[in-house]
């Protein structure tokens, strides 16, 4: 049997399956999913996901698919170690979903903000201040921050 460590991901099945050199194909059960084990001239290897770990199908019908869609059609199905009533462990994926909401926040609050300054950049009776004027008013900030610093440092 293939371990987690001898993996195939996609898109070599993919070209595998265009070059006709797979052998076969067998559909593996285990807790809360199955696994796809393909066989190739000397070599057996289990479908990878995309960070390299093999890749677990919750669904039957998804898994029926994706291997059609790929151009394998036949295939073994060896159910005894499936166990449907047993949730796969995926402690990643709670940070994961967070950091997915956290970004689609910052997302929509950033684009709340490009509106709200295009609004007022768009507004009659917005006022413009030249490039030379935001200088002339840095050099006075400076200025003022570096009396205020040697005052300090006395």
């Given at each position: ?24 194909a067998e559909v593996v059960g285990q807790p809360g999913g199955w696994k796809i084990l393909v066989k190739y001239g000397m ?72 509106e709200e300054g295009i609004r007022q950049a768009d507004a009659p009776d917005a006022v413009w201040v030249s490039n030379d ?22």
């Amino acid at each position: 049997m293939a371990s987690a460590g001898n993996t195939i991901d996609h898109i070599t099945l993919q070209h595998l399956v265009e070059a006709g050199t797979v052998q076969s194909a067998e559909v593996v059960g285990q807790p809360g999913g199955w696994k796809i084990l393909v066989k190739y001239g000397m070599v057996e290897q289990v479908l990878a996901a995309r960070r390299g770990a093999v890749r677990i199908f919750s669904r039957f019908e998804t898994l029926v698919n994706y291997l059609k869609n790929i151009g394998i059609s036949q295939f073994n199905v060896n159910a005894s170690n499936y166990d449907p009533a047993e949730k796969r462990a995926r402690p990643d994926s709670s940070e994961r979903m967070k950091r997915t909401y956290s970004a689609a926040d910052h997302d929509k609050w950033f684009r709340e903000q490009v509106e709200e300054g295009i609004r007022q950049a768009d507004a009659p009776d917005a006022v413009w201040v030249s490039n030379d004027e935001v200088m002339a008013m840095g050099a006075k900030f400076r200025e003022k921050w570096a009396k205020m610093a040697a005052g300090s440092v006395a």
